[in-house]
């Protein structure tokens, strides 16, 4: 049966590193064959605001409708001052938010979901964010893959031309986490 695999971005920079990675993941994933992977468009996504709940925005019921699609999600986060960067933490608040407003009973999109994280940044390798994010997805009651994931560092000639490049050892490292992500599914 085909996967159903949602991809994350938490960069809204169009030559993001992480979304660099993401495409290297999204071939590893595709050679596993029957898969289908689509990311996650939430620019529109509304700054979280309770008064902002009802009636529920059209993005966040776009977005709801996707993730509640999804068998697997596959965060890929840069680290903002050693953070989850604020659009992506703006993202999995609503996300974490009762499918029915005031309703804490009518369960919520992200709930049960499984989900595994990883991350390019600079010298640390996203060591903190990810940490943050595994809290923050247990907290929401995710299924979380892989622990914190794995991380990579940008090094200085990525900075210089916006193109990330993995070696051998980041690739193996991408591979073996798609493969336990895709057997968890
Ligand atoms: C507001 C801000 C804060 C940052 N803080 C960190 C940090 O704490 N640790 C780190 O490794 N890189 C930090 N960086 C650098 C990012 O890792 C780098 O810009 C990275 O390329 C962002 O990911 P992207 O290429 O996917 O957009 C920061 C960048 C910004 C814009």
New binding site residues.
């Given amino acids: 049966m085909t996967k159903k695999v949602l991809f994350i971005i938490g ?1 809204l ?1 169009k ?5 660099q990675l993401a495409a290297k993941c999204r071939e590893i994933l595709e050679k596993s064959g029957n898969i289908e992977i689509t990311e996650l468009g939430f620019s529109d996504v509304p700054f979280m605001n309770q008064d902002s709940e009802t009636p529920v925005p059209a993005s966040i019921s776009r977005i709801r409708a996707e993730v509640a699609a999804a068998d697997g999600i596959w965060i890929f986060t ?5 953070a989850i960067p604020g659009v992506l933490k703006n993202l999995l608040d609503w996300l974490s938010r009762p499918l029915v407003p005031g309703d804490f009973t009518s369960g919520t999109a992200i709930a049960g979901k499984k989900v595994t994280i990883s991350g ?5 390798a ?1 060591k ?1 964010v990810r940490a943050d994010l595994k809290k923050l997805l247990d907290f929401i009651k995710t299924e979380v893959i892989c622990g914190e994931g794995n991380g990579f560092a ?1 090094d200085g000639t990525a900075f210089q031309t916006d193109v990330l490049t993995l070696n051998e050892n980041d690739l193996s490292v991408l591979e073996k986490q798609a493969e336990e992500f895709m057997k968890a599914l």
Avoid: M
């Fill in positions: 960069s920079r030559k993001s590193f992480n979304r840069p680290e903002y001052n050693y390019v940044g600079g010298k640390n996203t903190n940008a």
